[in-house]
């Protein structure tokens, strides 16, 4: 049974997608001209909004698809799908009164493109540039701790499958564009990741310079005034009591007798003990289990994305 359409208000036909997103089966498209995504399984949304993302017809790939705000609570365990972000958003019952300029701006994109815009259908920098255009939007990046570099592009990432492939692939095609002045480029921040994986999810800790283990424990430096001893807290305690290992006084006052000048660190490997006061930093990837040191980490600058010029005229060619 085909999903339920309604005649929203201006005559915007509004197709309610339900089934055919159980079964990943994309609707005529000529049916509505927008649909809203009537289904809580934010599994099956995402699978759909990804079907529709990479479809070669921009009657499909450039239709505006709504989520619903009475789903939004069912979807949010699932916010690292970002299905709001593979889509125009979310509408209040049904209501799209704010939205009617976007909608007709799109439909017209639509019509005038489908009949004389060619591209391959692996031509997805055409498609990325058209959807933008047609949205008005700038491509953004979303923080999402589930994305393999704990930033990502959503709709660009939605072409590729996997982790690495729609962080590497996802990149270039980006890249590309600045770099054939497509795309302006407005610069957010910088991250660091993993040299081998470009994972973002990465865990500093000190080491020790001599074995590199990093099993450390910190110890607190004693200086005792009278005889200009310096050595860490342990050495001076003798039960309850504080006692310079070197001249035998007690310590009673601290700022007085004596103070604490800073820390050292004890490597606590059996067969190293090593005591230093600089350790290195070391730095292991959580999603390859890489250890590298910090300089060897790939530097990676996070931009928006704006259409040039350029770009928007290579549209209409
Ligand atoms: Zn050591
Ligand atoms: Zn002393
Ligand atoms: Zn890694």
């Known amino acids: 049974m085909p999903d339920k ?76 799908y ?46 990325t540039l058209m959807y933008y255009y047609s949205r008005n939007k700038d491509i953004e990046f979303y923080e999402s701790a589930a994305s393999l570099s704990g930033y990502s592009y959503p709709r660009i990432e939605a072409y590729y499958d996997g982790g690495t492939e729609a962080y590497v692939k996802g990149r270039d095609l980006l890249n590309g564009a600045y770099k054939s002045d497509l795309l302006r480029r407005n610069y957010v921040d910088t991250s660091h990741i993993c040299k081998k994986c470009h994972s973002g999810f990465l865990n500093y800790r000190e080491e020790c310079p001599k074995c590199k283990h990093h099993n450390l424990q910190a110890r607190v430096l004693i200086h005792h ?34 103070d604490k000048p800073g820390k050292v660190f004890y490597c606590l490997n059996d067969t190293c003990k090593n005591e230093f006061q600089k350790p290195l930093i070391g730095v292991h990837c959580i999603n390859c289990k890489n250890e590298q040191a910090p300089s060897e980490l790939n530097l990676e600058k996070i931009y928006n994305y704006e259409l040039t010029q350029k770009a928007i005229s290579e549209i209409f060619n």
Not at 85 to 105: T, V
Not at 248 to 257: A, I, P, Y
Request: charged share 30%.
């Open 5 to 80: 359409i309604l005649n929203l208000v201006n005559g915007i036909r509004a197709q309610l997608l339900d089934d055919c997103i159980d079964r990943n089966e994309i609707p005529n498209a000529d049916n509505a001209d927008i649909w809203i995504i009537n289904n809580d399984k934010a599994w099956n949304v995402k699978i759909f909004l990804t079907s529709l993302i990479r479809h070669p017809d921009p009657k499909v790939f450039l239709k505006p698809v709504f989520l619903q705000k009475d789903l939004k609570k069912t979807y949010k365990e699932y916010k690292n």
């Open 82 to 127: 970002n299905l709001k972000h593979l889509c125009d958003g979310y509408i209040k019952e049904l209501d799209i009164q704010n939205k009617i300029p976007s909608i007709r701006f799109i439909l017209n994109f639509i019509k005038n493109i489908s009949a004389s815009v060619s591209f391959s259908e692996d031509d997805l920098l055409k498609k």
């Open 225 to 258: 005034f009278r005889c200009a001893y310096v050595a860490t807290e342990t050495k001076f305690w003798q039960g309850e009591r504080m006692v310079c290992p070197k001249c035998s006084m007690e310590l009673r006052n601290l700022g007085v007798d004596y």
